[in-house]
């Protein structure tokens, strides 16, 4: 079976992120990147990027939507146009992208690693093999569009690669991580995100040695003759199904559910585990996508807390209770723990959503939020930490409020609170 440390229906959505929103993206996303390599290092970083549920909750905290498919090549574009610029500073590069820019990944690495003093062609190996295994040895009726390869310094790597099945309208996200990587075809995945479609041919699965071994047997076979005997065993049906060419990337030929191609062991998508994660099909975020408690001990934080506890950041002019309740979210984007990451809609609470979901993007508290972040960073760099240790506080007292009270949030009164001061608070739509 496919192990996964998460997975999540991801809807396709069609349009574009407008400029006023990905410029804010690849600065607030650049800044929760450099927050984490400052605490953590550069490993934890990719770590983070290798965990599918994590990845969501980053995605709906930069204002995108909190669900869809949208989510992978925004986030990752911010960070490329973020990263890359501080490459330097940061020891990471991004590369890759999605269509024509993933196929300029193996030069991009030859690069990187002539620069750096690593293995290119190891490197090259890797992209082109976490490739292979999810749009071949994985067949899953997704056809790769995206792969994006992050790399630090020291040659650690995570990639983040997405599929696309047009007939069923959803994607796949799939996360690897060189982090105790043992074997690209056995067992590789740290995570894949997607619509569980049913059972599906998974060659990579441990389980799967011995039919690996099989097809090799089987491939050195005269083709005529596998045909005939496939065609005696299932029907001529089955011998058309494997003519189909896996390499075709467009609607009229994408895989429908009910057509999936499966061997004579068939291994089904496990689900047992905590790291699991069903995206729904409705845009709008409703209570059920929230856990309510956490989002109220977020507002609880923000409106009814102390304020002695984030004096420092409270000297900040203009920084009132509505940017406290966007930078506890961001707080917990850098602190939180992985078991906090199971509702990535909640996240949306922070920035909103392009579309108007949960409510419209408030710029005035978006750039707040970038602005505290980023002086708090530098002011670090420094060796002034009043900033950072306040940025941290919120996470920790969002979570001592959880825990000692019952701060379950009002879902629709905060809706409406939101929806009530978004002009107030530069509220803005991708179709203003």
């Not at 569009?145 to 992050?150: I, K």
């Not at 089955?238 to 994408?254: G, T, V």
């Amino acid at each position: 079976m496919i192990k996964r440390s998460g997975h999540a229906d991801l809807p396709l959505h069609t349009g574009i992120v407008p400029r006023w929103l990905a410029d804010r993206m690849k600065l607030l996303g650049t800044e929760i990147a450099e927050a984490l390599i400052i605490n953590y290092g550069k490993k934890e970083f990719l770590t983070r990027l290798s965990d599918p549920l994590w990845f969501q909750s980053l995605g709906a905290v930069l204002g995108m939507d909190w669900h869809s498919s949208g989510i992978t090549t925004s986030v990752m574009n911010a960070l490329k146009r973020g990263i890359n610029e501080r490459a330097g500073d940061f020891g990471l590069y991004v590369c890759g992208g999605r269509g024509k820019y993933s196929r300029q990944t193996p030069d991009e690495l030859l690069s990187l690693a002539d620069d750096a003093g690593l293995d290119g062609n190891a490197l090259v190996k890797a992209s082109k093999l976490t490739a292979k295994v999810d749009g071949t040895a994985v067949q899953d009726g997704f056809q790769l569009y995206m792969h994006n390869f992050v790399i630090s310094s020291e040659g650690d790597w995570v990639v983040v690669q997405q599929g696309m099945n047009p007939l069923a309208k959803t994607a796949r996200r799939y996360h690897w991580s060189s982090e105790n990587l043992r074997s690209f075809v056995d067992a590789p995945h740290t995570g894949v995100t997607g619509e569980n479609q049913g059972r599906i041919l998974n060659l990579t699965d441990s389980n799967a040695k011995e039919t690996r071994g099989t097809i090799l047997t089987i491939s050195n076979e005269n083709p005529d003759k596998m045909m005939k005997e496939i065609a005696k065993i299932s029907g001529q049906d089955f011998a058309r199904q494997l003519e189909f060419d896996f390499s075709e990337e467009n609607e009229k030929n994408a895989l429908a559910p009910s057509q999936l191609l499966t061997a004579p062991n068939e291994f089904e998508v496990s689900l047992r585990n905590d790291r699991n994660l069903v995206m729904p099909a409705h845009h709008e975020v409703r209570a059920e996508d929230v856990d309510l408690k956490r989002l109220g001990s977020v507002l609880a934080t923000a409106y009814t807390a102390n304020n002695k506890d984030f004096e420092s950041l409270l000297l900040t002019p203009g920084l009132g209770p509505r940017t406290l309740q966007s930078l506890t979210l961001v707080s917990e984007i850098i602190y939180g723990t992985p078991a906090r990451f199971t509702d990535p809609a909640r996240f949306s609470f922070a920035h909103g959503g392009k579309d108007g979901h949960p409510f419209p993007v408030p710029l005035k508290i978006y750039d707040e939020s970038i602005r505290v972040l980023g002086d708090a960073i530098e002011k670090s760099k420094l060796g002034y930490n009043d900033k950072s240790e306040c940025l941290r506080r919120l996470d920790t007292t969002a979570r001592q409020i959880e825990a000692n009270c019952e701060p379950m949030a009002d879902f629709d009164k905060a809706l409406e609170y939101e929806k009530a001061h978004s002009k107030e608070w530069g509220g803005r739509t991708c179709s203003d």
